[in-house]
Each structure stands twice: as structure tokens, then as C-alpha cells.
């Protein structure tokens, strides 16, 4: 074994990663080349010292509390029915079954419902964003900042306005992953309260509105303008919401973008 | 997701906490962010731990905590230490075949730590991986999804520029 080789091989000699028969090779040569040693030596000095100097950080004690109790919080967005309890699931289960059995016949009624689904996932993400401080990947106030961020990130262009004068300031934007896509994520604020709207390219396979939901405290609304998808989460009030909404569809419709 | 699900989960993950924020410390460099990538990463290891069918859970939830980071840092950092890296270009540094006779005090260890932050993120979280966590190159191909045969030559290039970074730092040194 030369040099060349022996250097390429210490670190898995080092790591005790090699095969037998590469390992005596190796050793053999170290044995005769004062060089390739004293660079394995060097290896030795450097992982002992990262080894004992203690250089690995342990998690802060009360970094598990706050994980345990996001995913816990993440887990209720997720099965919103907390008042069913598993017992009473258990003579619910057969019933349900049937009522599958039934739906699978009907396919008109299409099983059990992607969009609450995914009113569960728009949920999800909103809380996900307010825990995580991952609120905006662009802060800005401005639509003419935020829209263009958007460029190259996603193969859509959503539609940006600042509604700050009617008293709902932008905050950013920030990219999302919902429905199976990426998605354009536009962050406002009344007071307090965060509105999170969710923009995607609508395909033709429906979900073009529909009532307003509560879920865990949050209000959505959704409904489909220009080919866009576009779904409203937040603890807003109710009415302040749907005055919101409004606002957002005629700014959507009255400006170029 | 039922509570047995939840149950199952924090048994599988929470054990590897310190090896979650151990990589996302040394990634992000700094406490508060490394916090929210262990957070964020776990809350993402949650939403699909249903397509979790493996045994090793320390090196599955590492992989979501370096992806979490590698999308933070790109986000955050624009510019630095992830600009088109190129394992091509990073030929092993001349002081890799310039064996020093190294000699590490015991108070080096602010020095080591300095050192490490300096390598770019790609070099120090295969030092991290193997040296800090233990981790066979089998289970860091897997956490940075790369070949096996690349995990030997990452180390031999991170190791070198180390030792690079120490001897000049020793050298200056009174």
C-alpha cells in the first residue's frame, strides 16, 4: 500500500470501518511510513480531544415539556373529536364500517372527506406557525416585496394585496406544504390575532367554497376565485373574519395581480 | 391519530432528544434557534410517523432535524457556507499530508469548539455525526443521503480542514 491509499483509508481505519484484510494492510504500512503515522496520530489527538472536552450539548431540561406539549396540541388539531372516546368508538366502529360500506357504493358521496382533511391540516399549520416563531419567511408590509419572493419558490404567482388601510396590515409571506403542493402562505394581522391565507392553483376537481368551520377555536372560510384556491384560517372573531374575506375577494378582483 | 399513535411516538423519539439538539446546536450555532429546529423537526416527525416503518429512530429523526436546518440555513443564511458547495473543488488540503505532532491542552476546548463552527455546515455535521454522536457511516450515508463510499471521503476532507484550522490556530497562539 502506498501513501496515497493509506491516506484515503485512514479515517476508516481510524473509525474501525474497513475490512480485515484492508485494516492489517494499513496497519502494515504504518508500521514503515513515519509520515502517514504521525498523520494518524494527528487524527487521534483531534477526536480524543472532541471526545473528552465535551463538546456534545445536551438538550435543555425543559426543551422535551415544550415538544411533548406542541406535538400534544398538534395531535388534538389532527382528531378534532376529543368527545369521542375510544369506548364509545368501539360500538361506533361497526356503524362506521357499514356506513363505509354504503359511501364505497355510492361514490357520489366519495368517502370520507378529504376536505375535512384538509380544514384539519389548514388548521394545523396555521397553530403550527404561531408555535414554532415561523410565522413569515419574508416580513414585509408590502405586497410589491412579498409577491415577488415568491418567484421561483412556487409555480404559481398568488395574488398579494396589503389591506392595511381597511385595518388588516400584511405582515409577510411564507412557504407551506399543504394538499400534497407547496403553497403560498400570506400572513395578516388584526390586533392580536393572526390571519394565515393559504394560496394554491385550484385544479378542476372542486372545492370551491363552502360554510364557514370552527375547529379547535379557529375559524376557516375557503372558496375559489381567478384559479386560485384560497383558504382564511385565524381566531379572529367570526363577523371580523368574514368582513376580511370580503375585502380580500374584491381587492383580489379589482387589482392586476 | 389515536393516543396509542402518540404514546408510540414519544417512545420512539423522545430519547433522541440529545442528539436532536446536539446536531441542530452545531448546525445553527446558537441555543434559541437549535431549540425551534428540534421543535419544528419533531412536530414534522409527528405528522408522518405513520410512514415511519424503520428501527433506527435516532438516525430518522436526525435526518428530519438536518433537513429542517439545511432549510433554515438557506432561508437565514443566504450566502454563507451553503453556496454551491462542490465536492469536486474541496480537494483535501495540503495540510492533510502535513503531519504536526499535534498536541491538544485540556483547556483547548473553546478552541476545538471555535474551530468546528468554522468548517462549513457540510464538513461539521459529519464530524458531528461520527465523532460527537457515534454514528456508523452507514447511518450518517443515511442522515445526509448521500453514498456510504462519500461518507469516508466528507470525513477525510472535514477532518483535514480541522486540523487546518487547529495548527493555525495553535500557531498563533502565545
Known amino acids: ?90 360500538f361506533a366502529a361497526p356503524l362506521a364500517a357499514a356506513a363505509l360500506v354504503v359511501l364505497m357504493l355510492v361514490p357520489i358521496f366519495g368517502g370520507p372527506s378529504s376536505d375535512e382533511l384538509l380544514t384539519q391540516d389548514v388548521v394545523a399549520s396555521h397553530i403550527r406557525s404561531l408555535m414554532v416563531n415561523h410565522l413569515a419567511d419574508v416580513r414585509s408590509t408590502d405586497e410589491h416585496t412579498v409577491k415577488p419572493w415568491f418567484n421561483g419558490k412556487l409555480d404559481f404567482s398568488p395574488p398579494v394585496s396589503d389591506l392595511a388601510k381597511q385595518g388588516f396590515p400584511l405582515v409577510g409571506g411564507r412557504l407551506d406544504y399543504l394538499n400534497n403542493r407547496p403553497v403560498a402562505a400570506l400572513v395578516y394581522q388584526r390586533d392580536k390575532h393572526v390571519i394565515n391565507v393559504f394560496v394554491w392553483p385550484a385544479d378542476n376537481s372542486g372545492q370551491t367554497g363552502g360554510p364557514i368551520k370552527t375547529l379547535q377555536g379557529y375559524h376557516v372560510i375557503r372558496w375559489a376565485s381567478s384559479g386560485m384556491n384560497f383558504w382564511v384560517v385565524s381566531d379572529l372573531e367570526q363577523n371580523q373574519l368574514a368582513k376580511f374575506t370580503d375585502l380580500l375577494k374584491a381587492s383580489a378582483t379589482t387589482s392586476p395581480s | 391519530m389515536g393516543k396509542d399513535q402518540l404514546v408510540r411516538f414519544e417512545q420512539a423519539i423522545l430519547p ?33 410517523f405513520d410512514g415511519f416503518h424503520g428501527v433506527d429512530a435516532r438516525a430518522w429523526l436526525l435526518t428530519i432535524v438536518r433537513n429542517t436546518c439545511y432549510t433554515w440555513l438557506e432561508q437565514n443564511r443566504r450566502g454563507q457556507a451553503m453556496t454551491s458547495f462542490d465536492e469536486e473543488i474541496h480537494t ?39 465523532d460527537l454522536e457515534e454514528l456508523s457511516y452507514k447511518q450518517i450515508a443515511e442522515v445526509i443521503n448521500v453514498p456510504l463510499g462519500t461518507v469516508m471521503s466528507r470525513l477525510a476532507r472535514a477532518r483535514a480542514r480541522l486540523k487546518g484550522i487547529l495548527c493555525s490556530r495553535l500557531k498563533e497562539k502565545p
Open chain 2, 16 to 48: 433522541h432528544l440529545d442528539a436532536a439538539y446536539n446536531l441542530a446546536r452545531w448546525l445553527t450555532r446558537n441555543d434559541h434557534d437549535a431549540q425551534d429546529m428540534v421543535q419544528e423537526a419533531c412536530l414534522r416527525a409527528f405528522k408522518f
Open chain 1, 1 to 90: 500500500m502506498d501513501c496515497t491509499n493509506a491516506q484515503t483509508l485512514l479515517d476508516g481505519y481510524l473509525d474501525g470501518e474497513l475490512d480485515p484484510v484492508r485494516n492489517l494492510e494499513i496497519e502494515e504500512h504504518l508500521h514503515g511510513c513515519t509520515r502517514c503515522s504521525l498523520s494518524y496520530s494527528d487524527r487521534q489527538v483531534i477526536r480524543r480531544g472532541l471526545k473528552t472536552e465535551s463538546l456534545y450539548f445536551k438538550a435543555p431540561a425543559d426543551l422535551q415539556k415544550r415538544i411533548q406539549r406542541s406535538v400534544r396540541q398538534a395531535a388534538k388539531a389532527e382528531a378534532p373529536a376529543g368527545w369521542l372516546s375510544w369506548p364509545w368508538l368501539r
Open chain 2, 92 to 130: 483535501v488540503e495540503e495540510d492533510a499530508l502535513n503531519p504536526s505532532a499535534l498536541a491538544l491542552k485540556s483547556d483547548d476546548r473553546e478552541m476545538l469548539k471555535q474551530s468546528l463552527e468554522q468548517l462549513p455546515a457540510e464538513f461539521r455535521e459529519v464530524i458531528v455525526l461520527r
